[in-house]
């Protein structure tokens, strides 16, 4: 049997579709476009599966610093070498970051036409959509090295194979990107967000912390000199992980956390301190009280979106005979946890040669100690 219709009758465009001109023609189109880049912000605190979404929290549980004992969390394939290249905790991270990646590049490119922003805003979400392609390469530097820098160039979704078929950067290139991004963003960024409303936006403190933790990360001995790396190359023979140690790259790192430092403590960032009844400086109850005052002078950047409540029921100790939702998951080694989580790194922090840093990590050794003899003691 056969039917005839209308030509051109399947070629229509969904009327639930904007185009790039309708999404830039008003504010609120373009704010949304601006919110799904955000979107693409991972969620640390999401731990047990990794790869969909937002979730990128299974680093903490497949590496030496604690373990899942449950059997179907991600982190276990990354202990039991069950993954390769399809596996969504190696894909899927590509997938995402390069999104958001690309989205902010597009956000770039056409907010200025939004007729209803004024100029100012208008450089300060083109700000915020710069830091927040810098931070997805950030995290993606984090993960897999050394990757493929799109710079402003903006790759059609039609793109052929061989358009998107790049060669990677090698890590300092990389780096001297993300930080320049930064660096550039954290021009037009505010310090402080203009109101409650707008909370969870990227700030210029938190863009110059993400830069100085990417030098920290150059000069770390996995990346600087690191012979291990020397077969990694491109086609061309271009060397992707630097071969000779740079005492330098240090120095820079260490710059760069003097000047956060100097630009932003005491007086939008500062120690979170909290008094027991007595009137007394309390490390435990600041410990504590830290993480349950929302926006404290503590807090550099939080993910208003992240999974808080299933990563609380996970490090919440087993109790047995509680009601499901107390009991706890009996999910990590505590006692390794505590011991390569606080011990571990403060003890690799005062064998580097940095003054600074030796003193930082004696004050936060002695600072633990006091929490430690302060710590009430749970009975039953």
């Known amino acids: 049997m056969n039917f005839s219709c209308k030509k051109g009758y399947l070629d229509q465009v969904p009327d639930d579709r904007l185009t790039l001109d309708q999404t830039f023609n008003n504010r609120n189109t373009a704010l949304k476009f601006l919110a799904n880049i955000y979107s693409n912000m991972p969620d640390e605190a999401s731990q047990r599966f990794a790869g969909f979404g937002n979730t990128v929290g299974q680093w903490t549980g497949g590496s030496d610093e604690a373990e899942y004992v449950w059997g179907f969390v991600t982190s276990n394939n990354i202990n039991n070498g069950t993954y390769d290249a399809s596996s969504s905790l190696i894909s899927g991270f590509w997938t995402y970051f390069y999104q958001g990646i690309r989205n902010a590049g597009v956000f770039m490119d056409n907010i200025d036409k939004v007729p209803d922003l004024t100029p100012d805003l208008k450089t300060q979400y083109k700000a915020e959509a710069r830091a ?14 050394p990757v493929v820098i799109i710079g402003d160039k903006t790759i059609a979704p039609d793109a052929s194979f061989n358009d998107v078929q790049l060669p990677r950067n090698s890590y300092d290139e990389c780096v001297s990107y993300v930080t320049a991004e930064l660096d550039q963003a954290a021009k037009d960024l505010p310090a402080l967000p203009s109101n409650d409303n707008n909370y969870g936006r990227f700030t210029k403190g938190f863009a110059l912390a993400i830069k100085s933790e990417m030098l920290l990360y150059a ?18 023979g271009k060397q992707l992980i630097t071969q000779q140690p740079d005492a330098n790259k240090w120095k820079l790192a260490a710059d760069a956390a003097k000047e956060f430092i100097d630009q932003f403590v005491p007086a939008v960032y500062d120690l979170y301190r909290v008094n027991d009844p007595s009137g007394n400086y309390s490390p435990y109850l600041s410990c504590r009280d830290v993480l349950l005052k929302d926006w404290n002078k503590e807090v550099i950047y939080a993910n208003i979106g992240a999974g808080v409540t299933n990563r609380q029921y996970e490090t919440t100790p087993y109790h047995q005979g509680a009601a499901d939702e107390d009991r706890g998951p009996e999910v990590w080694a505590l006692p390794r946890v505590w011991l390569m989580l606080i011990l571990w790194p403060m003890d690799a922090l005062l064998m580097m040669p940095h003054l600074a840093i030796k003193k930082l990590a004696s004050q936060i050794l002695r600072h633990l100690m006091m929490i430690s003899q302060e710590v009430p003691t749970i009975n039953g």
């Open 132 to 145: 927040l392609r810098a931070l997805y390469y950030f995290y993606l530097l984090r993960i897999y090295g």
């Open 219 to 236: 000069a770390s001995p996995l990346y600087n000199g690191n012979t291990d790396y020397a077969p990694m190359k491109n086609a061309d």
